[in-house]
């Protein structure tokens, strides 16, 4: 099946029209944006078969994260620890045919490609206030000597099952977190974020969602 032409509509495109809004200190505390159109790849395969995990870091340029709650990443391509044998992949939308790439490398061994694309989409927080945003509706300890780059979990936020990552700071040393969200509570993440983002001010980039070509792109 051709994909290249759906999942074209971003979940939270009526926010597109949210008005920025600075914080009770005059400033902007945090950029809200959204990553609409990137592949989501669910894998499962046996961690411990030599030829799976070669064949993996061949496909997507980087190994599979082995260690609980991390993620590693090439230049475009992201892959989440979720579990044992579990792990979610985002690429940009350039990568559409990538699960069949994966199943063609993995052919006559054990493991299964779910493509989800369509169910999820991720938010990205960065600024300087990022963290006390969060910690507004989350209780994981996301203190960057505890959460570090290249650390993510599936935790709750404001009641909302979310893949919380931290990413590398942007070009100015901003710090950065994408939640990964399934496109049913996109809309009452988004307007939670936004609400509970007015004390502290913020740049609303929600709904200008453009295909990516990197999910590690600099803001």
Known sequence: MDQSNIFRVSPLAHHADVSNQVGVDGRSGVILEELAFCVHLNLRCDPFDSQTLTAASTIFGVG??????????????RIHWLGP??????APMTEIHLSEKINSAWAGLHHSVTDITGGQTVVRIEGERTGQLLNQGCTLDLHHR????GHCAQSLLAHVPVLISRGSNNENGI???DLVVRR???DYLAKWLLDAAREIGFVSRLGYSQPSTSLNNNS
């Open 146 to 149: 505890a959460f570090k780059v």
């Open 175 to 177: 710090c950065r977190f």
């Open 184 to 186: 049913s509570y996109a």
């Open 85 to 90: 044998d579990e792990w979610l992949v985002l």
């Open 64 to 77: 599979l994260p082995l260690v609980p709650n991390t993620f590693h990443e090439a230049s475009d391509t």
